[in-house]
C-alpha cells in the first residue's frame, strides 16, 4: 500500500506539473486542460506499479517536449526581434 501511495503522490505531480507547463499550449490552455483530464481519467483504473511507473515516464517525457516546444518558440521570437534587422538591409 505505501508504494501505491507514493505512486499516487507522484502521479498528482505529474498532473499539476503537465498542468502548469499547459497555460501556454499552443492551441490554448482550456484545449490542453481538457486532453490532459481525459488521458488521465483513461488511465485511473491502472493498479500495476510498473505500468503506472510506465505512465509516469511517459508523462515526464511530454513534460520535457512541451519544455523544449516552448523554449525553442522563445528562441525563435527572440532571433526574430534581434535579426529581423539586419535582414532588411540586405
Same mark, same amino acid.
Given at each position: ?8 503522490g507522484?502521479?498528482?505531480?505529474l498532473?499539476?506539473n503537465?498542468l ?7 492551441k490554448?490552455?482550456?484545449?490542453f486542460?481538457?486532453?490532459? %483530464?481525459?488521458?488521465?481519467? &483513461?488511465?485511473?483504473?491502472?493498479? $500495476?506499479?510498473? !505500468?503506472? =511507473?510506465?505512465?509516469?515516464e ?6 520535457k ?8 518558440? %522563445?528562441?525563435?521570437?527572440? &532571433?526574430?526581434?534581434?535579426?529581423? $534587422?539586419?535582414? !532588411?538591409? =540586405?
Amino acid at each position: 500500500m505505501k508504494m501505491a501511495n507514493s505512486l499516487r503522490g507522484e502521479v498528482l505531480n505529474l498532473y499539476k506539473n503537465l498542468l502548469y507547463l499547459g497555460r501556454d499550449y499552443p492551441k490554448g490552455a482550456d484545449y490542453f486542460k481538457r486532453r490532459l %483530464k481525459n488521458v488521465f481519467l &483513461k488511465n485511473k483504473d491502472v493498479k $500495476d506499479p510498473e !505500468k503506472i =511507473k510506465e505512465l509516469i515516464e511517459r508523462g515526464k517525457f511530454v513534460m520535457k517536449e512541451l519544455e523544449a516546444l516552448y523554449f525553442l518558440r %522563445k528562441y525563435r521570437a527572440m &532571433k526574430q526581434r534581434y535579426y529581423s $534587422d539586419t535582414n !532588411k538591409t =540586405k
